[in-house]
C-alpha cells in the first residue's frame, strides 16, 4: 500500500539543485530511498517519475517539485524493475522475491502478482496497455500476460540462459529479449494466439546483452552490453545481415547496464557500471557528452517524451534528473570527431588549411585556430563550456 508519511525526515524533501552554477546541463537530485535505485521510469506525460529500489519499495515523484508522492509497498525482497502503463492506471514490478506485482497506481493496491521460477529481471507493457511481458532468471523464460485478467497467454523458452531484459515494440506486435548467453531474440507475436516464432536472433556481442530499446518507428534496435558497447541495427533495411551492426564504443570504462532512444531516435542514452551516462547522436554515430555525477553504479536511464530531461537511478540511492534542452550547445566528444574522420578546409584568413571533423559545418568554421587567438575580436568563436 502507499505512504504518505515515512518515519524517515528526508522522504518528504523536494528535488535540490546540485550543479554549478555555468553548468550546461543543470541536474536536479532525488532523494527518499534507503538503498540502491534499480529502475526508472517516466508516467503522466512526464510529470510523474516512478522507481524501484533495493530498500524493497516503489516510489512515485513529482518530476517537476521532486518531492515524493507516495511508497508502494508489498515486495519482500529486492525490487528489480518497474514499468508505468501508457494509460497510468497500473504499474508493474518484480523482483527477488520472485514475484511480478501490478499495482493501481492510484490506490497502491495490488491487484494481481504471479510467482515465477526465479528473479524477475524485466518487466514492460505494450503500448496500448492490454499486456505485459516479464523476464526471470533460473528457468531463462519470458511470459507474457493478459493485464486486466491477470491470466498468462503464453511463456517463451528462446534462450539459454538468464533473459535479461525484455520489450514490446511499438507496434506490439513484436517482443525483444537480450540474455546472458549473448544474443537477442524478437520474437512475433502477430496475432496474440499459439504462434510466436522468433523471426530474428542476433548475437555481435562478446559479454552478456543487458538491455535493448526499439526507436520509436522500429526502424531501429539498439543493444547495450557488459562488453562496453552499444550495437545499432537497422531492422527496416537489415543491412546488418552482410554489413554487422553498427558498434558505438568508447564511450563506457565499465558494463553498460541499460540504453534507450528518443522519443525522435536521434539520440540515445547509455548508462554504466563506471558511474556515467554517456549521450549517443545516433545519425552521426558518436558519443556528444557525457554525464557525471553519480557515486555508485548507473542501473537505469530514461528520456522524458519532449526530450528535455534524462533520469537514471543508481547504487548510490539517489534519482537524477539531468535538463539536457541545451545540448545541442555541447560540443560533441573529440575522441569520436577523430573516429569519423577529418577533412581539411581553408581558413578564409590567411588561406592555410586545417582540419575539421567530418561532421563539422564549415560555415561556423571559416578561420583556423591560429588566427582565432591572434584576433579573438575579429575572429571570435563561441566560448565552450565543459563545466557539467
Not at 524533501?13 to 554549478?20: C, M, N, R, V
Not at 532523494?31 to 516512478?50: W, Y
Not at 507474457?144 to 507496434?171: M, Q, Y
Amino acid at each position: 500500500m502507499p505512504s504518505e508519511e515515512d518515519s524517515d525526515s528526508d522522504v518528504q524533501q523536494g528535488a535540490t539543485w546540485e550543479h554549478q552554477s555555468l553548468a550546461q546541463v543543470k541536474i536536479k537530485v532525488l532523494r527518499g530511498h534507503k538503498d540502491a535505485v534499480n529502475s526508472c521510469s517516466f508516467a503522466f506525460e512526464d510529470s510523474k517519475i516512478v522507481t524501484a529500489s533495493h530498500d524493497k519499495t516503489l516510489r512515485l515523484w513529482d518530476a517537476n517539485s521532486g518531492a515524493q508522492v507516495n511508497v508502494f509497498k508489498g515486495h519482500d525482497s529486492y525490487v528489480t524493475c518497474c514499468h508505468t502503463d501508457p494509460n497510468n492506471a497500473r504499474i508493474a514490478s518484480g523482483g527477488w522475491d520472485k514475484r511480478l506485482l501490478v499495482w493501481d497506481i492510484q490506490t497502491g493496491t495490488i491487484l494481481w502478482e504471479a510467482m515465477n521460477e526465479g528473479i524477475v529481471t524485466s518487466c514492460h507493457f505494450s503500448h496500448d496497455g492490454r499486456y505485459l511481458v516479464n523476464s526471470s532468471d533460473l528457468d531463462f523464460a519470458v511470459s507474457v500476460w493478459d493485464v486486466r485478467e491477470g491470466s498468462l497467454i503464453k511463456k517463451l523458452f528462446n534462450h539459454k540462459s538468464t533473459v535479461t531484459c525484455c520489450r514490446f515494440a511499438p507496434s506490439q506486435n513484436r517482443i525483444c529479449t537480450t540474455s546472458m548467453d549473448r544474443t537477442t531474440k524478437i520474437t512475433d507475436m502477430l496475432t496474440f494466439t499459439n504462434d510466436y516464432n522468433v523471426t530474428l536472433t542476433m548475437g555481435g556481442h562478446i559479454n552478456v546483452i543487458s538491455s535493448c530499446s526499439f526507436s520509436s518507428d522500429e526502424h531501429l534496435l539498439a543493444t547495450g552490453s557488459w562488453d562496453k558497447n552499444i550495437k545499432i541495427w537497422d531492422l527496416a533495411t537489415g543491412v546488418y545481415r552482410n554489413h554487422g551492426p553498427i558498434t558505438l564504443s568508447k564511450g563506457h570504462e565499465g558494463s553498460i547496464s541499460a540504453c534507450n532512444f528518443s522519443e525522435d531516435g536521434g539520440i540515445l542514452v547509455s548508462s554504466s557500471y563506471d558511474e556515467t551516462l554517456v549521450i549517443w547522436d545516433v545519425e552521426n554515430c558518436c558519443q556528444k557528452f557525457a554525464l557525471k555525477g553519480h557515486t555508485g553504479w548507473v542501473n537505469d536511464c530514461r528520456f522524458s517524451t519532449d526530450q528535455k530531461w534524462i533520469i537514471s537511478c543508481s547504487n548510490d540511492k539517489t534519482v537524477r534528473m539531468w535538463n539536457i534542452e541545451s545540448s545541442d550547445d555541447i560540443p560533441v566528444v573529440l575522441e569520436h570527431r577523430k573516429n569519423i574522420g577529418l577533412r581539411i578546409v581553408q581558413c578564409q584568413n590567411c588561406s592555410k588549411p586545417f582540419s575539421i571533423a567530418q561532421l563539422d559545418d564549415e560555415q561556423n568554421h571559416k578561420y583556423c585556430v591560429f588566427c582565432r587567438l591572434e584576433h579573438p575580436s575579429e575572429f571570435s568563436a563561441s566560448p565552450i563550456d565543459f563545466n557539467m
